[in-house]
């Protein structure tokens, strides 16, 4: 086993929430509520409780910066409109 750079586990995270980002409303819609675990881009398992998906993920050899966990929910989003200016 060989560990990631710093930038390589940037690079894993920025690529994992990009494509939970992308699978969310597939996601959301068959499986709410449920633990999603990415490599990259690559989806790697579900489990009902997160700690069971952490295990699983280390069962396969991986390490805990080798992968991200998401909780499939709506995700709330900000915007902001900038100020507002009352005649």
Not at 59 to 75: K, P, T, W, Y
């Amino acid at each position: 086993y060989t560990p990631m750079t710093a930038e390589q586990r940037h690079n894993v995270s920025q690529q994992a929430l990009q494509a939970f980002l992308g699978d969310l409303p597939q996601l959301y819609h068959e499986r709410p509520g449920q633990w999603v675990a990415y490599r990259g881009r690559q989806l790697l398992g579900f489990a009902e409780v997160k700690h069971e998906l952490y295990q699983e993920c280390f069962r396969q050899g991986l390490q805990s910066e080798d992968f991200v966990v998401f909780c499939i929910e709506a995700q709330e989003t900000e915007m902001w409109l900038g100020p507002m200016f009352a005649d």
